[in-house]
């Protein structure tokens, strides 16, 4: 059973930094693509970053480009969101997925991960 759960979560003001990390158990992480999401208050769930299972190539949503990083830590079996310069629009619940079996077409899709983690909540307010 493979299982995740993420932490880092918190209540920060404009412009602080946040690193969210994902614990994956059960199987190795060097197994998945990983990727996380968001859900922001009233709206749907949306794409942030993701990275393939090789970890050499890495997906951003537009609006946390060059603010946001995904990493992996194999050994650790853990996933990173690092999260700089964070926007009041950066407020959401924040999930970790992985995928054994993802192709690039469907990297912002969330259908195509098969495991999640129940999220963090991050809330940017000043």
């Known amino acids: 059973q493979v299982q995740l759960v993420e932490s880092g979560g918190g209540l920060v003001q404009p412009g602080d930094s946040l690193r969210l990390s994902c614990v994956i158990s059960g199987r190795d992480l060097r197994s998945y693509a990983v990727a996380w999401f968001r859900r922001a208050p009233g709206k749907e769930r949306e794409f942030v970053a993701a990275q393939r299972r090789s970890g050499t190539n890495t997906y951003y949503e537009d609006s946390v480009k060059g603010r946001f990083t995904i990493s992996r830590d194999n050994a650790k079996n853990t996933v990173y969101l690092q999260m700089n310069n964070l926007k009041p629009e950066d407020t959401a619940e924040y999930y970790c997925?992985?995928?054994?079996?993802?192709?690039?077409?469907?990297?912002?899709?969330?259908?195509?991960?098969?495991?999640w983690g129940p999220g963090t909540r991050v809330t940017v307010s000043s």
């Open positions: 997925a992985v995928s054994s079996t993802l192709i690039l077409s469907q990297v912002r899709v969330p259908g195509a991960y098969g495991y």
